[in-house]
């Protein structure tokens, strides 16, 4: 089953983790062979949103800009057997330390 790894990073000085060790879990993610895909994302500031009102009409803003300190930083979707697998990967994940969290979530099968 697919889950989706949603890396959840608190403030640059509570990341808990260096770069290497997200090398060394990307790496490790990949050898076991349940990587499917996955992306670190550009700073928040480059960030869109757009809505779309009942009258169809488009607003386009930057953001979001949401009152919280957790931003999401980046994703992975693996496929493993089973939700325990999933949150033993998501433990291992860097992004999970000091100020972060990583949310799993299951990926719907149509």
């Known amino acids: ?4 790894l949603l890396i959840n990073a608190g ?5 808990g983790c260096e770069p290497g060790e997200w090398m060394t879990f990307d ?3 990949r050898e076991a062979g349940v990587f499917v ?15 779309v ?7 386009v803003t930057d953001g979001p800009f949401a009152e919280t300190r957790e931003v999401l930083g980046g994703f992975y979707v693996i496929d493993v057997p089973d ?3 999933a949150l033993d990967w ?10 972060g ?5 299951p990926i719907a099968d149509f």
């Open 1 to 4: 089953m697919k889950y989706m």
């Open 11 to 15: 403030s640059v000085e509570d990341q």
């Open 27 to 29: 790496k490790e993610v």
């Open 37 to 51: 895909s996955g992306e670190s994302l550009a700073d928040l500031v480059t960030a869109t949103a757009v809505r």
């Open 53 to 59: 009102g009942a009258d169809g009409a488009r607003t």
């Open 83 to 85: 939700l325990d697998v």
């Open 90 to 99: 998501a433990a291992r994940c860097p992004g999970a330390r000091g100020a």
């Open 101 to 105: 969290s990583v949310v799993v979530r």
